[in-house]
């Protein structure tokens, strides 16, 4: 399967590099010269893309979607079916110095289930993104990103609202809006988007 060598019901690439006492679920494919490194944790059906490292202690759910070229530091957790888009980057110290040791004071950042990271965006350490936030391409965050929130620029900025199929909602006057895709709807009460029925 074009180079991918099976480990326990998940597949690596031969020219990926895989450490020691790192956890990979069932089904999980790591492609070219990609390093996963001690302590990362890997969800089942995930797939991960080429050239990318993710650093130890990185929490990845089920069926995360790692394009190229992607950058996971210590102190980042993905819930499930979470997508980050080519060579998107994540930060891990506020204020780093070369010549200043700050290892074990990598601040938080957790990714909410569903949500989508494009490709180029940098994600500056220690903010929470909610579940389906949608996150543009070449988009710097600086601050907690709400639930389905779309978010644009440097630094991002929300510019409207998404469903969880990933569609821009249209909120009418009473405040309710359709997916065109799923037919979901949903609710915008106190600046907070709410899912009427299962979005997915």
Same mark, same amino acid.
């Given at each position: 399967m074009s180079g991918l060598v099976e480990h326990d019901g998940w597949f690596a690439h031969e020219s990926a590099v895989i450490d020691d006492g790192c956890s990979i679920g069932a089904g999980t494919r790591i492609w070219h010269f990609s390093h996963i490194m001690p302590g990362a944790a890997l969800g089942e059906g995930c797939n991960i893309g080429q050239n990318v490292v993710i650093s130890p202690d990185v929490v990845l759910g089920r069926n995360c979607k790692v394009q190229n070229n992607v950058s996971l530091y210590t102190g980042v957790t993905c819930e499930d079916d979470v997508f980050l888009g080519p060579s998107c980057v994540f930060t891990n110290i506020t204020n780093p110095r070369s010549a200043v040791v700050r290892r074990g004071q990598y601040a938080q950042t957790r990714v909410g289930h569903g949500a989508s990271i494009g490709a180029n965006a940098t994600i500056v350490c220690g903010h929470d993104i909610g579940p389906y936030a949608f996150i543009g391409a070449? &988009?710097?965050?600086?601050?907690?990103?709400? &639930?389905? &929130?779309?978010?644009?620029?440097n630094p991002a900025r929300q510019v409207g609202w998404m469903s969880a199929f990933g569609h821009r909602l249209e909120f009418d006057d009473q405040g309710m809006a359709t997916c065109p895709e799923s037919g979901h709807t949903y609710a915008l009460h106190d600046g907070a988007v709410h899912p009427i029925d299962s979005a997915l």
């Open positions: 070449g &988009a710097v965050v600086t601050k907690d990103v709400p &639930a389905h &929130a779309l978010v644009l620029g």
